[in-house]
T-cell receptor, first 108, second 111 residues
Framework: TQLLEQSPQFLSIQEGENLTVYCNSS?????LQWYRQEPGEGPVLLVT?????EVKKLKRLTFQFGDARKDSSLHITAAQPGDTGLYLC????????FGTGTRLKVLA | DAGVIQSPRHEVTEMGQEVTLRCKPI?????LFWYRQTMMRGLELLIY????????DSGMPEDRFSAKMPNASFSTLKIQPSEPRDSAVYFC?????????FGSGTQLSVL
C-alpha cells in the first residue's frame, strides 16, 4: 500500500511568514497533486506536478516535484489568513491515495 | 456546472440503523470515488468505480458497507447496520482526466 507522509502535521504561523510543507513516499509516482480543504467542504485541487524536478507557481504558492518523483513540497510566501486550511497531497494512477495532511493556521 | 452533489449534508442516526449516502457526479466524468475522513485516519479511499463498475473496494472496512453505481449519474454508499465508529465525513468525488472534484460531504453521526 502506498503511503504518503506529510510534515509538519500542524503549523501555526503569523501573517507574513513563509512556510514549507513536505509530502514524502518510498514509491515513485507518475504525478502528484496538491489540494486544500476548508472546514465543511471537500478538497479542492491546487496543482498537478508531473515531471521530476518540476516547479509550478500559483500566486504566492510554489510547488516542487522531487527529481526522483517520490516527494514534493509546497512553499507559501508571505502567508495570509486566507491560506488557513488543510493541505493534502494526493498520488496514484487509478487508486488515488491522500497524504496524512498538514493543518495550517495563519494568524492575523 | 453544479459540481458533485452529495446528500444528505448531515445525518444523525442510532446504532443499528441503515444509512444511505447519495452522490451525483459531474456529468461526463466516468470515474467515481468514495472517501471517508476522520481526525484519526485522515482521508481514506473506500471504493472507486470506472464506467459504473466497481474496480477496487479493498478500502471498504467491513461487510456492513456496500456501494452501488446503477448508472453514470448516481451512486450510493450504504451502511447496514451502522455503528458509532462509522461516524465520519463521507466524500464522493468524480474524475476528469487526472483531476478529482469533490462534493461537500455527508457528516454522519451514529449515536
Amino acid at each position: 500500500t502506498q503511503l504518503l507522509e506529510q510534515s509538519p502535521q500542524f503549523l501555526s504561523i503569523q501573517e507574513g511568514e513563509n512556510l514549507t510543507v513536505y509530502c514524502n513516499s518510498s514509491s515513485v509516482f507518475s504525478s502528484l497533486q496538491w489540494y486544500r480543504q476548508e472546514p465543511g467542504e471537500g478538497p479542492v485541487l491546487l496543482v498537478t506536478v508531473v515531471t521530476g524536478g518540476e516547479v509550478k507557481k500559483l500566486k504566492r504558492l510554489t510547488f516542487q516535484f522531487g527529481d526522483a518523483r517520490k516527494d514534493s513540497s509546497l512553499h507559501i510566501t508571505a502567508a495570509q489568513p486566507g491560506d488557513t486550511g488543510l493541505y493534502l497531497c494526493l498520488a496514484g494512477t487509478y487508486k488515488y491515495i491522500f497524504g496524512t495532511g498538514t493543518r495550517l493556521k495563519v494568524l492575523a | 456546472d453544479a459540481g458533485v452533489i452529495q446528500s444528505p449534508r448531515h445525518e444523525v442516526t442510532e446504532m443499528g440503523q441503515e444509512v444511505t449516502l447519495r452522490c451525483k457526479p459531474i456529468s461526463g466524468h466516468n470515474s467515481l470515488f468514495w472517501y471517508r475522513q476522520t481526525m484519526m485516519r485522515g482521508l481514506e479511499l473506500l471504493i472507486y468505480f470506472n464506467n459504473n463498475v466497481p474496480i477496487d473496494d479493498s478500502g471498504m472496512p467491513e461487510d456492513r458497507f456496500s456501494a452501488k453505481m446503477p448508472n453514470a449519474s448516481f451512486s450510493t454508499l450504504k451502511i447496514q447496520p451502522s455503528e458509532p465508529r462509522d461516524s465520519a465525513v463521507y466524500f464522493c468525488a468524480s474524475r476528469d482526466r487526472e483531476k478529482l472534484f469533490f462534493g461537500s460531504g455527508t457528516q454522519l453521526s451514529v449515536l
